[in-house]
C-alpha cells in the first residue's frame, strides 16, 4: 500500500512539475536562438542560499580596460571556473551543470565544463555589446546556458549589422540559453539602469570549445 502511495505521489509531483515550468525557444534567424526558462532554479531548490554563497565565498575580480588615454575597471565583478580541474564554490553548481547536460548536450555534441561568474553589484554595473566569439564560437554553432540569481536585469539582444533589439528581464532563478549561431550573429549586454537594484549573479555554463580562462573570456 505504501509502495503505491509513494508512487502516485512521485506521478503527481511530476504532472506538477510539468504544468510550472515553461519553455520558450525562439528562432531569431540565420540558425540563432534563445532559450528560456522562467523560474527554473527555485527558492525550495537552494537558489536564495546559492546566491548568498557565491556573493560571499567567491574570488572575485574586476576586469580592466583601456578607454582613451587611462585604463579602468569594467563595472562587474567576475570569476571563472574550470570543472575539469578545479573544485566549484558550491555543491550546487555540479547539480545545475549535470540538469543542463542532461537537456542540452546531445544538441550542443559535448558537455557544460566550465563556470563564468558576474557580479552586478547594483544598477551602475554592466556590460557593454558584445558576442562570445572565442574558440567554437567564432566559426560553429555553440550555447551558452545562463542562470539569474538575485535582482531582475535586462539582457538585451541585438543582430550584428544592426536591426531590431531584444529586451529579456531576466528575474531570479532563470534560465537563459543562447544557441545556435547567436555568439557570431548576435549581440549581447547587460545595460546601465537608473532603478535601485540589488545584487545580481548571473553563472553561465559553457562547453570547453568556447571558453578560455582568466582575463580574456568575455562573460554576459
Sequence with gaps: MSDKLSSGA?????VQGSLFEHTQRRQLGDGAFTEVRAGWLADDQGSRELLDALLSTVP???????????VVDVPRLVSFHDLTVEDLPHPLLARLRRRLNDIYA?????????IGLCYYRDGSDSV????????????????????SL??????AMRPRGGGRSLQLPQAHGDLLVMGGSCQRTWEHAVPKT?????PRVSIQFRPATCARRCGSWPPP
Design 150 to 155: 538575485g535582482a531582475t536585469r535586462t539582457f
Design 60 to 70: 572575485w575580480w574586476a576586469e580592466r580596460r583601456q578607454m582613451y588615454d587611462r
Design 194 to 198: 537608473a532603478q535601485r537594484k540589488g
Design 10 to 14: 512521485t506521478q503527481i509531483a511530476g
Design 128 to 147: 557593454a555589446w558584445h558576442g562570445d566569439t572565442i574558440g567554437r564560437s567564432s566559426t560553429e554553432d555553440t550555447m551558452v546556458a545562463i542562470i
Design 106 to 114: 546531445g544538441e550542443l555534441g559535448e558537455p557544460f565544463t566550465t
